[in-house]
């Protein structure tokens, strides 16, 4: 199995970071993996493999990294991921309200995409704004104070491209 190019993929793209980072040097491998899920959008598994090959570390000390640190994704995400915040202070102030508006809103469950690709919501253990609970980030611009009125607002304004 050819693991340059896979699933219309070019893993070549990546060579130049792995070739700056190689030599066996295993404590540069999130530094690798953030740069390939940045050209990538994810992390499929042809392309893990096609980092351990060419860097010389073990396809299992690979995965084991991309499965244990949260920021990595397998799968691919929407143009818009927005991250639901489920800690202790969201849970009380009625984070389970601002899911069920999440998923009215965009029309599918935790983990999905939606069917035109713009939006993929996930839930996380926290995003450490709990001043602010309940809280949501969407692309890294965290929105606080929630209920399901604004956070509809919020979906369909970033729908309509009223937020950038």
């Not at 070739?19 to 598994?45: C, D, H, S, V």
């Not at 926290?126 to 607002?153: A, D, F, H, Q």
Request: with cysteine; net charge negative.
């Amino acid at each position: 199995m050819c693991c340059c190019k896979e699933n219309g993929f070019d893993f070549t793209l990546i060579d130049p970071v792995l070739e700056k980072y190689r030599f066996n040097n295993e404590g540069n491998l999130i530094t690798i993996l953030q740069a390939a899920q940045e050209q990538y959008g994810y992390l499929p598994e042809e392309l893990l493999l096609h980092i351990s090959k060419k860097a010389g570390i073990k396809p299992a000390n690979v995965m084991g990294v991309a499965t244990f640190y949260t920021q990595f994704r397998l799968n691919p995400v929407g143009k818009n991921l927005i991250l639901l915040c489920q800690g202790t202070a969201c849970h009380v102030n009625g984070s389970a309200a601002i899911e069920d508006a999440i998923k009215a809103e965009i029309g599918v469950l935790e983990g999905e995409i939606t069917p035109d690709g713009f939006f993929t919501y996930n839930n996380v253990a926290c995003l450490g704004c709990c001043s602010l609970s309940p809280v949501m980030m969407i692309n890294g611009e965290t929105y606080g104070w929630l209920t399901p009125e604004k956070t509809r607002k919020i979906l369909k304004e970033i729908r309509e491209g009223a937020r950038e």
